[in-house]
C-alpha cells in the first residue's frame, strides 16, 4: 500500500524551478479553521515577501497564528484564499499528491520536539528524506548523511539511537535531516523551545551560516533575543503582520 503510494507519487510532475523568484512570496492568504464555535479566521489576508538567504525570524504571542502561517508555506496546511508561491512555485494550485512530492524536494522543517524517528539511529534518520523522495543514487545516501551530522556539529554520533543523545544533538540531527535533499527552503517552529540558552544560541548561529550559503530559513520563536540575531524579524498579530523591519533599521 504504502510502496504503491510511493510509486505514485515519483509519476508525479511538478512545475519546474524559477529562476529569479522570491523564496516566498504571499498574497492576501487566508486561513479560515472550522470550530465547534463556528468559523475562525486565523490569518486574515498576509502579504509576504522573503527574498533568498533572508533568515527571517517570526515572532507574536501564542495564539496570533504563527504556527499557522508558517504552516501554509510548508504545504502542511492550506490557505481558504489568496496566492503562495515558494521559489516561484504556485504552492496554492498544487493537488495533495503534487505538494508532497514538493515539500520532500523543496522544504526543509525543523519541529519543537525534534520529531526522529526512535528506531532509526542518527544517521538512518537524515538518510530517510533521501530514501523517500529516491533523491541521489543509493550509494550516495549514507555518506552524504554522514557529511550533513559533520557540517551540524554531530558527525560523532552518528550510529546513536535519538533516546542515546542530548536535546540539543537531537535537534542538531533534525536540522540535518531538513537539509537532507538540499532544500533551498528552510522553515522551523520553535526550534530552540526545548533547548538550554546555549544550544540555542549555536542552533541561531547554525540558521545564519546556513542563510550565509544562500538558505532561505523562517523561524518562529518566543525568544526576542534570539530573534534579533535573524536578518529580520517578522511580527504576527491575530492574524496579520504587525510590523517588519530589517537590520538595517533596528539599528538605526
Ligand atoms: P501560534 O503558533 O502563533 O501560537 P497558531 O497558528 O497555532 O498560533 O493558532 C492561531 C489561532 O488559530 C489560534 O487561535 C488557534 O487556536 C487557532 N487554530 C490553530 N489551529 C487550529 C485548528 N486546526 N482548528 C481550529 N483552530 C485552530
Ligand atoms: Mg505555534
Given at each position: 500500500m504504502f510502496k504503491k503510494w510511493l510509486a505514485g507519487l515519483t509519476a508525479v510532475e511538478l512545475p519546474g524551478p524559477v ?122 545516501r549514507s555518506e552524504r548523511a554522514r557529511g550533513l551530522l559533520e557540517l551540524v556539529g554531530v558527525g560523532d554520533q552518528a ?94
Amino acid at each position: 500500500m504504502f510502496k504503491k503510494w510511493l510509486a505514485g507519487l515519483t509519476a508525479v510532475e511538478l512545475p519546474g524551478p524559477v529562476p529569479d523568484a522570491p523564496a516566498v512570496r504571499m498574497q492576501a492568504v487566508r486561513k479560515v479553521y472550522q470550530t465547534g464555535a463556528g468559523e475562525f479566521e486565523a490569518l486574515k489576508g498576509i502579504d509576504l515577501v522573503v527574498e533568498p538567504g533572508e533568515f527571517v525570524a517570526v515572532v507574536g504571542k501564542s495564539g496570533s497564528g504563527k504556527s499557522t502561517l508558517i504552516n501554509m508555506i510548508t504545504g502542511i496546511d492550506r490557505p481558504t484564499g489568496g496566492e503562495l508561491w515558494v521559489a516561484g512555485t504556485p504552492v496554492h494550485t498544487l493537488t495533495e499528491n503534487q505538494i508532497a512530492v514538493w515539500r520532500g524536494r523543496t522544504v526543509g522543517v525543523v519541529f519543537q520536539f525534534f520529531q526522529l524517528l526512535p528506531t532509526l539511529t542518527a544517521l538512518e534518520n537524515v538518510m530517510l528524506p533521501m530514501d523517500f523522495c529516491e533523491m541521489y543514487a543509493d550509494h550516495e545516501r549514507s555518506e552524504r548523511a554522514r557529511g550533513l551530522l559533520e557540517l551540524v556539529g554531530v558527525g560523532d554520533q552518528a550510529d546513536k539511537l535519538p533516546a542515546n543523545l542530548s536535546g540539543g544533538q537531537q535537534q542538531r540531527v533534525a536540522i540535518a535531516r531538513s537539509l537532507a535533499n538540499d532544500p533551498p527552503l528552510l522553515v522551523a517552529d520553535e526550534p530552540t523551545g526545548n533547548l538550554d540558552s546555549r544550544t540555542a544560541a549555536a542552533v541561531i548561529d547554525l540558521f545564519n551560516q546556513l542563510a550565509g550559503e544562500g538558505k532561505t530559513i523562517l523561524m518562529v520563536t518566543h525568544d526576542q533575543e534570539l530573534a534579533e540575531q535573524s536578518s529580520r524579524i517578522l511580527t504576527v498579530a491575530e492574524g496579520r503582520i504587525a510590523t517588519a523591519f530589517s537590520e538595517d533599521s533596528r539599528h538605526e
